[in-house]
């Protein structure tokens, strides 16, 4: 069962932002540590950040100084606000629990490079 939805990709310049969201079914998102995960073309599923219940971020070093995660608790929602966006940040963006028991993926929301 897919507990949480992305939205917020699009296509998008080199060196321009993007403010993603991830919105979960009832108050779920509140209930666990959050984590943005993306895919690539040709990798893996990765770890971007993750936040604790308690306000504790884990980065990703690509993600450091560029990417910023934060959560509202009264939308349920948890966000992922990127800056200095390069090619290399194409990829599929997800959310989920961040760490162990993680839910279904959802579809994720698309993160494409215009030239």
């Known amino acids: 069962q897919v507990l949480a939805v992305e939205s917020g990709g699009g296509l998008v310049q080199p060196g321009g932002s993007l403010r993603l969201s991830c919105v979960g079914s009832?108050?779920?998102?509140?209930?666990?540590?959050m984590g943005w995960y993306r895919q690539v073309p040709g990798s893996q599923r990765e770890l971007v950040a993750g936040?604790?219940?308690?306000?504790?971020?884990n980065y990703a070093e690509f993600a450091k100084g560029r990417f910023t995660i934060s959560r509202d608790r009264a939308k349920n929602t948890v966000f992922l606000h990127m800056t200095t966006l390069k090619s290399e940040d194409t990829g599929v963006y997800y959310c989920?629990?961040?760490?162990?028991?993680?839910?279904?993926w959802g579809q994720g929301t698309q993160v494409t490079f215009s030239s």
């Open positions: 989920n629990r961040y760490g162990a028991n993680k839910w279904s």
């Open positions: 009832g108050s779920i998102l509140n209930m666990y540590p």
């Open positions: 936040i604790t219940g308690g306000g504790t971020i």
